[in-house]
């Protein structure tokens, strides 16, 4: 889609974060093409990823920040 050579480690965090959607990992790619391109770079790598997530505010599990939000609302009221 990208049209850039990724490196595998990179792969896995991707469809690691995406949770098994087509959508989040298209996003995901793209916004870590971005961060490899700011970095003046064709090459995607997991470091890429990473900072790619520190900037998105992606967590580990790949949820962003409204969803987080939900979590810790859903958290703090016991779900009711």
Known sequence: RVGWPIE??????????SRG???LAVRFLEAAKRQASSE?????????VQ????VEQIDSLGLDPV????LRILKDGDGA
């Not at 595998?8 to 974060?17: F, M, N, T, V």
Request: no cysteine.
């Open 67 to 70: 969803e987080q939000q939900y």
């Open 8 to 17: 595998d480690e990179a792969i896995r965090l991707l469809s690691g974060k």
């Open 40 to 48: 003046a770079t064709d090459w995607i790598t997991a470091a890429h």
């Open 51 to 54: 900072r790619m997530s520190e």
């Open 21 to 23: 959607t087509p959508r």
